[in-house]
């Protein structure tokens, strides 16, 4: 299956109890990270556990095109020789970053503040997406960005000769922004700041301070206020991927809901960045020991005993719960329609942007499949049908949108009929094998 070829449909029929152990793929954003740190380090970065989805594939690729030399050794395994700060070349082709908006907006940081122009595209959902969210703070540098209507790809992005440090408080709680400018700062002279408001994933803070780099953070009232030293050596790191929490997000919620399920899932990350999905489900009565706490690739991690969870309760979710979940509300809402009563996501509207507009993609296909559902521009609300199950019997529309394709697939396993989705593929660009890993699991899902 490709994320760039033609349209694969999948159905998911009814699943008998899910046993065994769901070993997840590597974390997407410490994948795409480790390449991009790895090129602006001097010297020979390995890594293992990386990501082999086509979206960090596709970010190995940029980082090759950007003169750093990006070799795989086997499975998960690769090095990369990096330029250093600054060192970036000239791409002789257009960058295509396929449907990754976090390879095209933190490559566009990492070449804003180096004197080369490159020509950024991607596929049909891509080149939907905002990219003034992070070309804005990137002209404060001096950046100068060409692109569609409404700051849309293809885009030119022209690398500023003479950078300046900026200072930069982020409009929206976005991870993506925040690392695009510390990217540029990193080969801006003198101090760049970010102030964000609420936390949200700090990969890039985390593994810049292992690469080398001069970076504080410190807890006001604004908010986190992290501030870079420009123009350091970075030095090249030895980086092991943890797996993805928000790719074992599929396999948890999918035992929650199939009848007589009970699985392991090893090493879920439990930063507190990026593990609410795991607070709610358990504030809902989610059956879900967390066992043998431990540090993995730099990270607090878990081994998941999930079961069966027939008593499932509709809550409201935090709003401020929203970044370090923010990748987890569609399939929140699956659970959410095997729940009693309702549950009410708001503050939900960075959805509406995401690889498709998420709000409107899970609600069209609840209701397709039988659940009642509200909504308006910043909520999602389910009102929860009980364990009895969904009815299904639906095709749901994914929209290019790997995370849509996957939560209607498990709504497929514990629904009364076969869901069926219109395209599976970009299903490669995060969870290359979730169909082979859940079907080991007692899924049964199948092409069609
Ligand atoms: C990511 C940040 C989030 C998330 C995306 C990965 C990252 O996007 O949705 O899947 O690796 O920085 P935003 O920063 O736009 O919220």
Redesign the pocket.
Known sequence: MSGHGEAQGMISAKSGPLKGEAAVPGDK?IS?RSLIFGAMAVGETRISGLLEGQDVIDTAKAMRAFGATVTRHGEGNWSVNGVGVGGFQEPADVIDCGNS??GVRLIMGTMATTPISATFTGDASLRKRPMGRVTDPLSLFGTEAYGRKGGRLPMTVVGAADPVPVRYALPVA????K?AVLLAGLNAPGETVVIEREP??DHSERMLLGFGADLTVEKTAEGHVITLKGRPELRPQTVAVPRDPSSAAFPVCAALITEGSDIRVPGVSQNLTRNGLYITLVEMGALIDFENPREEGGEPVADLRVRFSPDLKGIEVPEERAPSM??EYPILSVVASFAEGVTIMRGVK?LRV?ESDRIDAMARGLEACGVRIEEDEDTLIVHGMGAGGIPGGATCKTHLDHRIAMSFLVAGMAAKREITVDDGSPIVTSFPIFETLMNGLGAAIRRG
């Open positions: 954003s795409h908006g976090t976005s991870a993506q922004v690392s949200t994933r923010i990748d960075e995401k």
